[in-house]
């Protein structure tokens, strides 16, 4: 793709090294770049305590290494440049990607303000057949054997939902911003509805917790349906989390994928009887929670 | 126990692990960067060449160290040593590198016994601007070779991401117990 780069508050020195770079570039870099003497371009290299012109869609910070970012940092050396424009077009890319997933903005805007009502409605749909209906910022829930109808719906109007399902819209590009969207949406739903059929759970993978918004006992409750098939009755005892919690985490899980019920009861485990090293780890663990002021 | 217990961080040439790493330390942490000789393979002025160190102090005086592996890939024989003793492995992947799915392989791989054990969290980061692969695409390489994991996308500038890989890592080292 052709691209614009400028940078108006460099010296003139510097601006002509950056131009006779770009002559040596094509095919080096990701885009093909050229200068842009007068106007608005794709990026503009601009140096720290300088503002970039109104307009311009990516800022790629000249001498801040700190700044988040597209970063160049003198002396300029072709390598540099390189770099600086790649992670340009990444920029633009990730722009387009989002700009052609304007689900994202309706998955969220379509975010039921009760999402246990709508956690108990996708409950009660057969799982293989549900499909997610998003039309003019409105969400619908429907089951149809015919799953090709959906799929030749309008782009991105009717995502897979079901549990295996949602893995799916993956295979499709430009759908994995949208597919993000979905599991925050189904995750929040789950969490909210906080309702667990009684029986056995075990966690298949943790709950991006970088993004997911999720109670402080989350993360204990993971680790341990990471490491035990569990009943949510069992779980509260074990990890000394309240069961609301328990059954929102679960909740989550389920909905979203991350957990799956266990056919069978798992086999019962020994407890092992406490050792004299495990007591100074314990101790150790606890102490290095308290001096980060991470809650235990 | 003793007092002194390690915490490695890993990852490839400007994962983020010196980052991390003044992110929790108290002491400015002693870097060994050196001017990146490898501008083309990841282009950032400096890199770590021996390792990064840090640490804080806990009540009772204890302490924990705080250790980076450098990032450039001919160092990699001291990864064993730096690990040896550690409590857990926090492993950053760049996710604009050309391949993160292998980049995983390639570090669990080496501190395996640490990933089969649950001593391990991994960190995806600059998902801001490289969506793929998916954190999903992670778990699932992990699941191939039976090892279930946290996958975090995280972007370390921030201390708060930095506490959630730790504190991650602590929970699944306390039901180790
Ligand atoms: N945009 C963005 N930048 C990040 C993210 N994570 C880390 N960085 C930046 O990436 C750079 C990482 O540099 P270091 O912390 O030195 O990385 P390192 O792993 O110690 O690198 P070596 O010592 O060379 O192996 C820093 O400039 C961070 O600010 C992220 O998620 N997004
Ligand atoms: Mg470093």
Redesign the pocket.
């Known amino acids: 793709m052709n691209r614009t780069v400028n940078a108006p508050g460099l010296t003139d020195k510097e601006v002509m090294l950056i131009k006779s770079y770009l002559t040596l570039l094509p095919g080096k870099t990701r885009d093909d770049w050229t200068y842009l003497d007068s106007g608005v371009a794709d990026a503009e290299i601009v140096p720290a305590g300088r503002e970039p012109r109104p307009g311009t869609r990516v800022v790629i910070a000249y001498g801040d ?2 700044a ?2 597209p ?1 160049l940092c003198p002396p300029l050396r072709i390598a540099g440049v390189i770099g600086a424009l790649d992670r340009a077009s990444a920029r633009l890319q990730g722009e387009a990607a989002e700009a052609t997933s304007p689900m994202v903005a309706e998955v969220r805007a379509a975010m039921p303000s009760d999402p246990a009502t709508l956690a108990r409605r996708l409950r009660a749909w057969p799982q293989d057949q549900t499909r997610l209906l998003l039309s003019d910022g409105t969400l619908r829930i429907e089951a149809d054997r015919q799953l090709q109808r959906y799929r030749a719906s309008q782009p991105l109007s009717a995502v897979p939902l079901s549990q295996s399902g949602w893995t799916e819209a993956r295979s499709a590009p430009g759908e994995l911003a949208h597919e993000g969207a979905l599991t925050e949406l189904l995750w929040r739903a789950g969490v909210a509805d906080a309702q667990v059929d009684p029986g056995f759970y075990r966690l298949r993978r943790w709950p991006d917790f970088g993004r997911l918004p999720h109670r402080p006992s989350f993360v204990k409750l993971a680790a341990y349906f990471a490491r035990h098939g569990s009943s949510p009755w069992a779980a509260a005892k074990a990890v000394l989390v309240p069961q609301p919690d328990v059954d929102a985490f679960l909740g989550g899980c389920v909905m979203a994928g991350f957990a799956t019920r266990l056919d069978q009861p798992p086999a019962q485990v020994e407890p092992r009887p406490a050792q004299g090293a495990d007591a100074g780890l314990r101790r150790l663990l606890t102490t290095v929670r308290r001096r980060l002021g991470l809650a235990a | 126990m003793s007092s002194e217990h390690k915490i490695l ?1 890993t ?10 790493i ?1 992110a929790l330390s108290e002491i400015p942490p002693v ?1 060994t ?1 050196a001017l ?1 000789s490898d501008r083309l393979a ?1 282009d ?1 002025a ?3 060449v021996a390792l ?1 160190y840090g640490e804080f102090t806990l009540e009772e005086g204890g302490k924990i160290q705080l250790v ?5 890939m001919r160092f990699d024989f001291m990864w064993g040593v730096l690990a040896r003793g550690a409590l857990g492995i926090v492993l ?1 992947i ?1 996710n604009s590198r050309p391949d993160p799915l292998a980049d995983l392989r390639t570090y669990v791989g080496h501190f395996e016994a640490f990933a089969r054990n649950g001593r391990m969290v991994v960190a995806v ?5 490289h969506m793929r692969p998916a954190i999903d695409d992670f778990g699932d390489v992990l699941a191939n070779d039976g090892i279930l994991l946290p996958v975090l996308s ?4 921030r201390r708060d991401d930095v506490l959630m890989l730790v504190n991650a890592l602590l929970s699944q080292l306390e039901m180790t117990l």
């Open positions: 290494d700190n988040a970012g970063t | 961080f990852g490839t040439m400007g994962a983020g692990k010196t980052t991390s003044a870097v960067e990146n990841y950032k400096t890199t770590t990064d980076g592996t450098p990032g450039q950053l760049d980061g600059r998902t801001e601007t995280a972007d370390v500038r």
